[in-house]
């Protein structure tokens, strides 16, 4: 079965400064989906950033890209120039998939509360 | 990016009573909807997952007798919580599955639902 591992319950970071929230996870498949999703105090989630596994090339998308090694299992989201509204917790996520279709669900780690500080 | 709406945002009910909540894809078809059961400061875990037209897969652990789920059109399901009782309250989180044509993988992406907020007294 598949696990996902965030190991930093709480991290705070200045605002304009860059953090960084660690990911791993574990698995026998080859092709599968990585995301990060955010969720606000109001609790909506909020699709972050995807990767493909079969892509080598890390995901950006503006201030926010993720460091993927898959050998080493690892999905690492960088936050740079951290804003106050970037204050809220960070789930990591897998989703395996492959050819011929699967349910597609969500496997999510424990969570990341991040705060902004001014 | 695709909508996910969730009804109703809250509901308090009495012990023993039956809630339904909604949980509608607007402008995408959703082959697939997800739902989900958070508690305090924890993570979201699946409870089932719904496909259209077919019976529900629930997770183990999930009462299917409890946790009613129907997905009748390709924008809609509903779970319907029988006989609450106050350890159901939670947060509830519906998902739906955008799974768009044209490549290989197609571009995966689930949307999520703003929540309901189950408080049983």
């Known amino acids: 079965a598949q696990t996902v591992t965030q190991s930093q319950p709480e991290m705070s970071v200045q605002e304009a400064e860059t953090v960084t929230l660690s990911c791993t996870y574990d698995?026998?498949?080859?092709?599968?989906?990585l995301f990060w999703y955010k969720q606000p105090p109001s609790r909506q989630m909020i699709l972050v950033i995807r990767?493909?596994?079969?892509?080598?090339q890390n995901a950006t998308e503006n201030r926010f890209s993720v460091n993927f090694q898959k050998a080493a299992k690892s999905f690492s989201l960088k936050i740079s120039d951290s804003q106050l509204g970037d204050t809220a917790m960070y789930f990591c996520?897998?989703?395996?998939?492959?050819?011929?279709?699967?349910?597609?669900?969500?496997?999510f780690g424990k969570g990341t509360k991040l705060s902004v500080k001014p | 990016g695709a909508v996910v709406s969730q009804h109703p945002s809250r509901v308090i009910c009495k012990s023993g009573t039956s809630v339904k909540i909604e949980c509608r894809s607007l402008?995408?078809?959703?082959?697939?909807m997800f739902w989900y059961r958070q508690f305090p400061k924890q993570s979201l875990m699946l409870m089932a997952t719904?496909?259209?037209?077919?019976?529900?897969?629930?997770e183990q652990g999930v009462e299917k007798d409890k946790f009613l789920i129907n997905h009748a059109s390709l924008t809609l399901s509903t779970l319907t919580v029988t006989s609450a009782h106050p350890e159901d309250s939670s947060f509830y989180i519906c998902?739906?599955?955008?799974?768009?044509?044209?490549?290989?993988?197609?571009?995966?992406?689930?949307?999520f639902g703003p929540g309901t907020r189950l408080l049983v007294l």
């Open positions: 998902s739906a599955r955008d799974l768009t044509s044209g490549a290989f993988w197609g571009q995966e992406t689930q949307y």
């Open positions: 698995t026998s498949e080859n092709n599968y989906y």
């Open positions: 990767q493909e596994a079969y892509k080598q």
């Open positions: 996520a897998f989703m395996n998939t492959n050819y011929g279709g699967s349910q597609g669900n969500l496997i």
């Open positions: 402008d995408f078809q959703a082959t697939t």
């Open positions: 719904s496909n259209e037209g077919s019976k529900a897969t629930y």
